[in-house]
């Protein structure tokens, strides 16, 4: 009598593909547009509220320069260890998070005003960023 069962290697192979589908799946964004940018020198669009984001990791804002409309909703997302910012600098202190520890997130609401609005890490100012509103 055979101890192997040739059917448990088709299983085994099965079980195997529904655990790397379920892995790719992991991986996605769900397709709901909020993926950091891949530099964070470059000026990223958001389409609407809801879908403006930013990644602070290895104490830079990415992206540095955010473009959105009025009264989005912006994620801030802290993957560095160090607590963070997002503060608006100058005459137009319209917004700002608060500390943000690290691992967390915060989220603000743009200005409604239309303009060009800079903002710092208050705890590290040499990290800067703009906010255009449109």
């Not at 055979?2 to 192979?13: E, N, V």
């Not at 160090?82 to 503060?87: A, F, R």
């Amino acid at each position: 009598m055979s101890l192997t069962h040739p059917h448990r290697g088709r299983a085994a192979l099965a079980v195997g593909g529904v655990f790397a589908l379920l892995a790719l799946a992991g991986c996605s964004n769900g397709g709901n547009g909020t993926a950091p940018a891949t530099s964070p020198s470059s000026a990223a669009p958001s389409d609407g509220p809801g879908t403006a984001r930013i990644v602070i990791e290895n104490f830079t804002f990415s992206p540095a320069d955010l473009q959105v409309r009025p009264g989005a909703k912006i994620t801030v997302v802290n993957r560095d260890s160090s607590p963070h910012t997002v503060t608006a600098t100058g005459d137009k202190t319209t917004f700002g998070t608060g500390n943000i520890t690290g691992g967390a997130t915060a989220t603000f609401t743009a200005p409604s005003t239309t303009g060009s609005y800079s903002y710092i890490c208050t705890i590290h100012p040499n990290m800067k960023g703009t906010l255009t509103v449109r």
